[in-house]
């Protein structure tokens, strides 16, 4: 089992360019979660989705980011006009099932480093 | 909503000593408490988790215990090694919100264990 995917691991964007950072979840996971980090700082929630699906959305800003995670293929978490306040850490973590149950512990990918000039 | 507050933010042990590392949580509903351990520029990993209707767990040389009246829980290392050496996080669940599911993070213990 690969674990959790991310890629890149590093992303250098000018100001006002367009960001997509992907996430391929563990072999048989079909929820996924977006966190992002910034120096010094915990992981903040962003968004939760299932296939298709966007379920809780309610970490992410309204504007200018967007997620997905389509039926076929990675999670895309999608940052456009990026400013250098995004600069940041941003992890993905996927479960096999929504949370609350017994067996709905996270893991976490590697991260995407953006980094915004 | 859930709001996690971790302390200390740097903790300095010496090798063979022990470590607590402390957090607490304002939503009375939550109902499972992980802890992650990143190392510099790799994923946070599990390490342990509590649910709320246990008091203690331990494995091998972390156990983490847990408060619910008080909303506080807490990790603890004992024999400390070099490579325990990391940031530390502590999570809250809360129950479902909106039908989805986030862990709500304190801000991180950066450890150090010295030789």
């Known amino acids: 089992n690969a674990g959790v995917m991310q890629n890149p691991r590093h992303l250098v964007r000018r100001r006002g360019q367009e960001a997509r950072l992907r996430c391929s979840p563990m072999?048989?996971?079909?929820?996924v979660y977006w966190y992002r980090q910034l120096p010094e700082e915990g992981l903040k929630f962003m968004v939760y989705?299932?296939?298709?699906?966007?379920?809780?959305e309610s970490g992410m800003p309204k504007e200018r980011f967007s997620a997905e995670f389509p039926k076929e293929g990675p999670s895309i978490l999608r940052i456009q006009q990026v400013v250098r306040g995004d600069s940041a850490a941003y992890f993905c973590?996927?479960?096999?099932?929504?949370?609350?149950?017994?067996?709905?512990?996270?893991?976490f990918g590697s991260g995407t480093q953006l980094s915004v000039l | 909503g859930e709001n996690v507050e971790q302390h200390p933010s740097t903790l300095s042990v010496q090798e063979g000593d022990s470590a607590v590392i402390k957090c607490t949580y304002s939503?009375?509903?939550?109902?499972?408490f992980p802890w992650y351990k990143q190392e510099l520029g790799k994923r946070p990993q599990l390490i342990i988790d509590?649910?709320?209707?246990?008091g203690e767990k331990k494995d091998q040389r972390i156990a983490v215990t847990l408060n619910k009246t008080a909303k506080h829980f807490s990790l603890h290392i004992t024999e400390t090694q070099p490579e325990d050496s990391a940031v530390y996080f502590c999570?809250?669940?809360?129950?479902?919100?909106?039908?989805?599911?986030?862990?709500?993070f304190g801000k991180g213990t950066s450890l150090l264990v010295t030789p």
């Open positions: 989705l299932q296939k298709e699906n966007i379920i809780d």
């Open positions: 072999k048989g996971h079909s929820h």
């Open positions: 973590a996927s479960s096999p099932r929504r949370g609350g149950g017994i067996n709905e512990k996270l893991f």
């Open positions: 509590i649910r709320s209707n246990v």
């Open positions: 999570a809250a669940s809360p129950p479902t919100r909106n039908s989805g599911y986030a862990l709500n």
């Open positions: 939503d009375s509903a939550s109902n499972y």
